[in-house]
């Protein structure tokens, strides 16, 4: 089994910055691709930012130049850095891991239990 674990969410200003972790334990091979997703209230949820195990990355339009995605292969961790924050950006940020787990056969998607982030003055 694989966990996801995520930190860093909370309630900041306008103009500010946050720091998402998402950690991967547990019976894990290897890890492919890493991402973000978020969804606000009423809406569905949205790739946020996708990051490659070489390091290629996608952005959603709207946070380009803004965010930055990153991981750490050896520590099965991906980051998202989010600056200029801007009210619209508030929602519940999901991390999740393209996984090969051991004795497994193929890639499964795993999901963390989501993190708050609320921007607001």
């Known amino acids: 089994q694989v966990q996801l674990v995520e930190s860093g969410g909370g309630l900041v200003q306008p103009g500010g910055s946050l720091r998402l972790s998402c950690a991967a334990s547990?019976?894990?091979?290897?890890?492919?691709?890493m991402g973000w997703y978020r969804q606000a209230p009423g809406k569905e949820r949205e790739l946020v930012a996708g990051?490659?195990?070489?390091?290629?990355?996608n952005y959603t339009d709207s946070v380009k130049g803004r965010f930055t995605i990153s991981r750490d292969n050896a520590k099965n961790t991906v980051y998202l850095q989010m600056n200029s924050l801007k009210p619209e950006d508030t929602a519940v940020y999901y991390c999740?891991?393209?996984?090969?787990?051991?004795?497994?056969?193929?890639?499964?998607?795993?999901w963390g239990q989501g993190t708050q982030v609320t921007v607001s003055s």
């Open positions: 547990g019976s894990i091979f290897s890890i492919n691709d």
């Open positions: 999740n891991a393209d996984t090969l787990p051991y004795r497994g056969n193929y890639y499964l998607r795993f």
């Open positions: 990051i490659t195990r070489g390091g290629s990355t």
